[in-house]
Nanobody
Framework: QLQLVESGGGLVQPGGSLRLSCAAS????????IGWFRQAPGKEREGVSC????????NYADSVKGRFTISRDNAKNTVYLQMNSLKPEDTAVYYC????????????????WGQGTQVTVSS
């Protein structure tokens, strides 16, 4: 059974850091592009970052460029999202998702989703 499990969320003060993990089971991440998405209360889900299966190129939403870094550890079958300089507007439930083919920040293109992890940035 193909499954994605996010972890690493929590409460952090503005300016702080968190590292989210997306662990895959039932399939090998190497062959999939992985995206991170987030959804804040009352807002639509938005793409945050993705890392592609072919070549490992990455893409970021303008709102997180320079602050977030996506990476993958194929040996651990895990993708990470390092989040630095966090702001209150980063507060959301963060989801990872997988798709075959070219990775994008468009959520409708992804086939497999995790259950999400809450990130709250507040003093």
């Amino acid at each position: 059974q193909l499954q994605l499990v996010e972890s690493g969320g929590g409460l952090v003060q503005p300016g702080g850091s968190l590292r989210l993990s997306c662990a895959a089971s039932g399939f090998t991440l190497d062959y999939y592009s992985i995206g991170w998405f987030r959804q804040a209360p009352g807002k639509e889900r938005e793409g945050v970052s993705c890392i592609r299966s072919s070549g490992g190129s990455t893409n970021y939403a303008d709102s997180v460029k320079g602050r977030f870094t996506i990476s993958r550890d194929n040996a651990k079958n895990t993708v990470y999202l390092q989040m630095n300089s966090l702001k209150p507007e980063d507060t959301a439930v963060y989801y990872c998702a997988a798709k075959v083919g070219w990775g994008t920040l468009v959520d409708d293109e992804y086939d497999y989703w995790g259950q999400g992890t809450q990130v709250t940035v507040s003093s």
